[in-house]
């Protein structure tokens, strides 16, 4: 919901949709190691709206090299109440597994297991599920975005997949860190501890949605060789 709102500075409505145009790269990346194909819908109500979303997934699609094979505009977004919806960019994409033995998941699958973020946290609640449900908050700033962040954490991904360096991987999206960390634990049937950064809000640390950000589980034995492999990849 972070990009649909009316009246938000030109640069965070762009920011927020170049954000969206990443984000399914990066889901797919987690259990696949690269993305393919993307078919895009935005539904726009407002032409600066259409304008700067086209302008900020395409920036991201540029970026990260992703095809577009399509794409519809809808100016018409009311529901069966007669109230409109808001316009939503929606994305779909298709990731291409060229060797199924490099396919990570995202069960926490080994007790004992390090649990291990890759990417920086901000205090940063905008735009959250947490900030919106929990606090009833729902004009919030889109969460802070680096396209260069993104792109390097994915190519790092991607090292990690070829590498079978993790026994798992999930990407941190709606919820934060304690819903990604839950929804690892709940399929690998496994509990979890896990400490927010000094300095961080508590509710910033695990429910904020801080962009280009990972969770992986890694052996005792191969976490030195993970970290590694994470500060050659910045």
């Known amino acids: 919901?972070?990009?649909?709102?009316?009246?938000?500075?030109?640069?965070?409505?762009?920011?927020?949709?170049?954000?969206?145009?990443?984000?399914?790269?990066?889901?797919?990346?987690?259990?696949?190691?690269?993305?393919?194909?993307?078919?895009?819908?935005?539904?726009?109500?407002?032409?600066?709206?259409?304008?700067?979303?086209?302008?900020?997934m395409g920036e991201a699609c540029r970026k990260f090299d992703t095809p577009v094979t399509g794409g519809n505009v809808s100016f018409y977004n009311q529901s069966t109440n007669g109230q409109a919806v808001y316009p939503t960019p929606t994305i779909g994409m298709v990731g291409i597994i060229d060797q199924p033995e490099y396919r990570m998941s995202i069960p926490f699958t080994g007790a004992g297991d390090a649990i291990v973020l890759l990417g920086s946290t901000r205090n940063d609640l905008g735009s959250s599920q947490y900030i919106a449900k929990i606090k009833g908050v729902s004009h919030s700033p889109c969460p802070t975005f680096d396209l260069e962040e993104e792109y390097a954490l994915h190519m790092l991904l991607e090292t990690l997949s070829k590498e079978q360096a993790v026994a798992s991987a999930h990407d941190?999206?709606?919820?934060?860190?304690?819903?990604?960390?839950?929804?690892?634990?709940?399929?690998?049937?496994?509990?979890?501890?896990?400490?927010?950064e000094k300095g961080l809000r508590l509710d910033a640390g695990l429910?904020?949605?801080?962009?280009?950000?990972?969770?992986?589980?890694?052996?005792?034995?191969?976490?030195?060789?993970?970290?590694?492999?994470a500060a050659l990849a910045g």
């Open 172 to 196: 941190i999206s709606e919820g934060g860190l304690f819903v990604a960390c839950l929804e690892s634990a709940m399929a690998g049937g496994k509990g979890f501890d896990i400490c927010t």
């Open 1 to 56: 919901h972070d990009a649909h709102l009316p009246g938000r500075p030109v640069q965070e409505r762009r920011r927020a949709h170049r954000r969206r145009g990443t984000q399914l790269p990066r889901w797919a990346r987690c259990p696949s190691p690269r993305q393919a194909k993307e078919l895009d819908e935005v539904a726009a109500h407002w032409f600066d709206h259409r304008d700067h979303g086209i302008e900020g």
């Open 207 to 229: 429910f904020g949605e801080s962009q280009s950000r990972v969770v992986v589980s890694v052996s005792q034995g191969s976490l030195d060789r993970l970290m590694k492999l």
